[in-house]
């Protein structure tokens, strides 16, 4: 009977094990299973992670790439630039094209305009307005652009308020003062606006607004490269300036802004020469002085004798017709060049500034002995009368005496030796206009 028992049990328990295994095998796979879904679902999302954070990497290493080409043709373009706007035949209107090309090399942009500012006829509500100087790029531009008053618009409120302002800038009413800026025309829109403004100047006042449209590469600087261009824009614009100042100081005198003996004898009356030789035109000179000019300096003291001169200076140059060139000799004596005129018509038209400066209400004039400011003056013609320009200075000097020796307040033409004779030779040696004599 045990032994019955012993072996009917025997294969039961074995059953019963086996059941036990299947079931917590199967308990065990099922968990199995989930760990591996989890797993994979990790790996998977792991796996995206990283994908997209190669994306943004491969983004962000493109980008560098585009910044550090674009900065590297920016910083190949300024020492260009810089000697460009060294050069000392550079002028105003070679500046923009330079600008352009550095705006360029940054933004790659469909349209690029350069303003400066100047004083206004047509714009109304104030003394100056935004003038459109160049443009580059094909998209088209308004006839009403050319001339924009500062102010108005988005263009006009860069130059009023002197600030640069990207595209998205003028949504933001904290950069426009609380107020919606329209755009200057409908459809045409500036990403960048950058305003060129002279910080050496104390006022800091504005010079211009650069606008660009449409550009294929944006920096991420692109605010402060904007108004890096616009700064070198202004240094260019103010140096130029700088250096015209310098020269009119060199060239012009102070007292009465008419070129100076050195300027007018040493390069413009050879360069007169020399034109008028090439074209075979005469060339005609007119020397002057004031009549009895150191008795009114007696009487009424050097700083109204300065006054006199300031005066002389300013009838002279509104009688200038065009081409003439006008010099301040020395003390108060007046040379005037007269391309393409003969002796005898630059007589006339020397006579017509003897009229004028006649003419003029100068204070005190009454106490001169002749009642009022009058001048003396003497005309030469080249070459006739001079085929060097001290000697035809010379020759028109003489007879300036002569106009004196007449009475003054006269204009006399030279008639003298001909050319190549020993009495042309003799005065040779003379390029300046001797001290006229005086009459009290």
Same mark, same amino acid.
């Given at each position: 009977? $045990?032994?019955?028992?012993?072996?009917?049990?025997?294969?039961?328990?074995?059953?019963?094990?086996?059941? #036990?295994?299947?079931?917590?095998?199967?308990?065990?796979?099922?968990?199995?299973?989930?760990?591996?879904?989890?797993?994979?679902?990790?790996?998977? =999302?792991?796996?995206?992670?990283?994908?997209?954070?190669?994306?943004?990497?491969?983004?962000?290493?493109?980008?560098? +790439?585009?910044?550090?080409? $674009?900065?590297?043709?920016?910083?190949?373009?300024?020492?260009?630039?810089?000697?460009?706007?060294?050069?000392?035949?550079?002028?105003?209107?070679?500046?923009?094209? *330079?600008?352009?090309?550095?705006?360029?090399?940054?933004?790659?942009?469909?349209?690029?305009?350069?303003?400066?500012?100047?004083?206004?006829?047509?714009?109304?509500?104030?003394?100056?307005?935004? +003038?459109?100087?160049?443009?580059? #790029?094909?998209?088209?531009?308004?006839?009403?652009?050319?001339?924009?008053?500062?102010?108005?618009?988005?263009?006009?409120?860069?130059?009023?308020?002197?600030?640069?302002?990207?595209?998205?800038?003028?949504?933001?009413?904290?950069? $426009?003062?609380?107020?919606?800026?329209?755009?200057?025309?409908?459809?045409?829109?500036?990403?960048?606006?950058?305003?060129?403004?002279?910080?050496?100047?104390?006022?800091?006042?504005?010079?211009?607004?650069?606008?660009? =449209?449409?550009?294929?590469?944006?920096?991420? &600087?692109?605010?402060?490269?904007?108004?890096?261009?616009?700064?070198?824009? $202004?240094?260019?614009?103010?140096?130029?300036?700088?250096?015209?100042?310098?020269?009119?100081?060199? !060239? *012009? &005198? #102070?007292?009465?802004?008419?070129?100076?003996?050195?300027?007018?004898? #040493?390069?413009?009356?050879?360069?007169?020469?020399?034109? =008028?030789?090439?074209? =075979?035109?005469?060339?005609?000179?007119?020397?002057? &002085?004031? %009549?009895?000019?150191?008795?009114?300096? %007696?009487? +009424?003291?050097?700083?109204?004798?300065? %006054?006199?001169?300031?005066?002389?200076?300013?009838?002279? @140059?509104?009688?200038?017709?065009?081409? &003439?060139?006008?010099? @301040? *000799?020395?003390?108060?004596?007046?040379?005037?060049?007269?391309? +393409?005129?003969?002796?005898?018509?630059?007589?006339?038209?020397?006579?017509?500034?003897?009229?004028?400066?006649?003419?003029?209400?100068?204070?005190?004039?009454?106490?001169?002995?002749?009642?009022?400011?009058?001048?003396?003056?003497?005309?030469?013609?080249?070459?006739?009368?001079?085929?060097?320009?001290?000697?035809?200075?010379?020759?028109? !000097?003489?007879?300036? *005496?002569?106009?004196?020796?007449?009475?003054?307040?006269?204009?006399?033409?030279?008639?003298?030796?001909?050319?190549?004779?020993?009495?042309?030779?003799?005065?040779?040696?003379?390029?300046?206009?001797?001290?006229?004599?005086?009459?009290?």
């Amino acid at each position: 009977m $045990t032994d019955w028992l012993h072996t009917a049990i025997l294969p039961i328990g074995i059953l019963l094990g086996l059941l #036990g295994c299947l079931r917590w095998g199967f308990v065990l796979g099922r968990s199995g299973r989930e760990e591996l879904v989890q797993e994979a679902e990790r790996v998977s =999302s792991e796996l995206a992670r990283s994908e997209a954070q190669a994306r943004e990497h491969a983004r962000q290493v493109s980008r560098l +790439h585009t910044e550090q080409r $674009t900065f590297g043709k920016f910083a190949r373009a300024v020492p260009a630039f810089v000697q460009a706007m060294n050069g000392e035949k550079l002028s105003e209107r070679d500046i923009p094209k *330079y600008v352009f090309n550095l705006v360029d090399e940054i933004f790659e942009p469909e349209l690029t305009l350069l303003y400066l500012v100047r004083p206004s006829e047509t714009a109304t509500g104030g003394p100056q307005a935004l +003038h459109l100087i160049d443009r580059r #790029g094909n998209l088209e531009v308004a006839p009403s652009m050319a001339q924009i008053r500062v102010g108005d618009g988005r263009i006009g409120f860069v130059a009023e308020y002197r600030v640069n302002m990207l595209a998205d800038d003028w949504l933001n009413m904290a950069r $426009t003062e609380g107020r919606t800026i329209e755009s200057n025309q409908p459809g045409l829109h500036f990403d960048l606006l950058g305003p060129l403004v002279d910080h050496e100047d104390g006022d800091d006042p504005v010079l211009g607004v650069l606008c660009v =449209s449409g550009p294929a590469t944006r920096p991420r &600087d692109e605010r402060l490269m904007i108004q890096t261009v616009a700064n070198l824009a $202004t240094i260019a614009y103010t140096n130029l300036r700088n250096r015209r100042t310098l020269q009119d100081l060199a !060239d *012009y &005198d #102070g007292l009465t802004r008419l070129l100076n003996k050195r300027v007018f004898v #040493g390069r413009k009356l050879a360069e007169l020469m020399l034109a =008028s030789e090439k074209e =075979s035109e005469p060339l005609s000179v007119f020397v002057f &002085d004031i %009549d009895h000019f150191k008795n009114y300096n %007696d009487k +009424h003291g050097h700083l109204a004798g300065d %006054d006199i001169l300031r005066g002389v200076a300013q009838v002279l @140059r509104a009688s200038l017709r065009p081409g &003439d060139l006008a010099c @301040r *000799y020395g003390g108060e004596e007046f040379v005037v060049a007269m391309p +393409h005129t003969r002796g005898d018509d630059g007589l006339a038209a020397a006579d017509r500034i003897r009229a004028a400066i006649e003419r003029f209400p100068f204070p005190k004039s009454g106490s001169q002995p002749l009642g009022r400011i009058t001048i003396s003056g003497g005309v030469a013609q080249f070459p006739v009368d001079g085929a060097r320009g001290n000697i035809l200075i010379e020759h028109a !000097d003489q007879a300036l *005496y002569a106009a004196k020796r007449d009475g003054r307040n006269r204009v006399i033409r030279y008639h003298g030796v001909e050319i190549g004779s020993d009495a042309e030779d003799e005065t040779d040696s003379s390029d300046r206009i001797h001290e006229p004599e005086v009459s009290e």
